[in-house]
C-alpha cells in the first residue's frame, strides 16, 4: 500500500502546480489582458509634419503677441517662449493660452496650436528681432524678417495710439462712468445759511 499513497502524492502535486505554470505564461495571465481591456487609455496621437513656429500678430498696446505652433500636442508653457531684442536680451512670455486651431482656419493648419502670449510690460518697447521656442529638446525659431516687420509695425501703431487715461491710485479711471467725485462735506457747524465769519457779519456783543 505504500506505493499507492506514494502514487496518489505525486499525483496530487502535479495537479496543483499545473495552474501556477499556466498562470506564469506570458501573455496569457491578467495583467495581459487589463493592460487590453476597456480601461486602457488611448495612446496619445502624434502629431503630423516637424516643430514650427509662426508669429501672426504683435499688439504692443494691449501686450501681446500671437504665434502658431506645430509638431505638438500638448501645449507648450509659457517660460518655453523667448523673446530676443537687438541689444541680445531676452524676456520670457508671462502667460500662454493655446487652443487647437480649426479644421477650415485660413489663418492656421489643422493640428496646429494657436497661442496667445502675454508680454511683460518692461520690454514692449524693445527692437524683438527673433522667437524661439524650446520644444523637443531643440529651439525652433520664427521667420526673422517677419518677426521684425510685424514688431516694427506694432510699434508704430502703439506709438500713434492715444495714451492711456489717467488713473487713481487703487481706482478707476477719471473719464470712467462709474468714477464720480465725492461730495464736499459741510462746514461744521452750518445751518444752512452763510457762515458769519465768511460773509464779513458781526456776532452780538
Not at 495581459?32 to 514650427?52: C, F, L
Not at 541680445?88 to 477650415?104: K, M, P, Y
Not at 501703431?157 to 478707476?172: E, F, L, Q, T, Y
Request: glycine share 12%.
Amino acid at each position: 500500500m505504500g506505493w499507492v499513497r506514494a502514487g496518489v502524492a505525486a499525483a496530487l502535486l502535479v495537479v496543483l502546480a499545473t495552474p501556477v505554470a499556466l498562470a506564469d505564461r506570458p501573455g496569457k495571465g491578467k495583467k495581459a489582458v487589463t493592460a487590453r481591456g476597456k480601461g486602457a487609455a488611448p495612446a496619445e496621437r502624434e502629431p503630423k509634419g516637424p516643430p514650427s513656429l509662426k508669429l501672426v500678430s504683435v499688439d504692443l498696446v494691449a501686450g501681446q503677441a500671437v504665434v502658431l505652433v506645430g509638431g505638438t500636442a500638448r501645449a507648450p508653457g509659457a517660460r518655453l517662449f523667448v523673446f530676443h531684442d537687438d541689444k541680445d536680451r531676452h524676456f520670457i512670455a508671462l502667460d500662454a493660452s493655446c487652443t487647437n486651431v480649426a479644421e477650415g482656419d485660413p489663418t492656421g493648419d489643422e493640428g496646429q496650436l494657436r497661442c496667445t502670449l502675454e508680454l511683460p510690460r518692461p520690454y514692449l518697447k524693445a527692437h524683438v528681432v527673433a522667437v524661439t521656442l524650446r520644444l523637443k529638446g531643440r529651439d525652433i525659431a520664427a521667420d526673422e524678417l517677419d518677426v521684425e516687420a510685424r514688431f516694427a509695425a506694432a510699434r508704430d501703431v502703439a506709438a500713434s495710439a492715444p495714451p492711456p487715461p489717467a488713473r487713481r491710485p487703487g481706482g478707476p479711471a477719471l473719464d470712467d462712468p462709474a468714477f464720480t467725485t465725492p461730495a464736499r462735506a459741510p462746514h461744521p457747524g452750518a445751518s444752512g445759511g452763510p457762515d458769519p465769519e465768511e460773509s464779513g457779519g458781526e456776532g452780538d456783543d
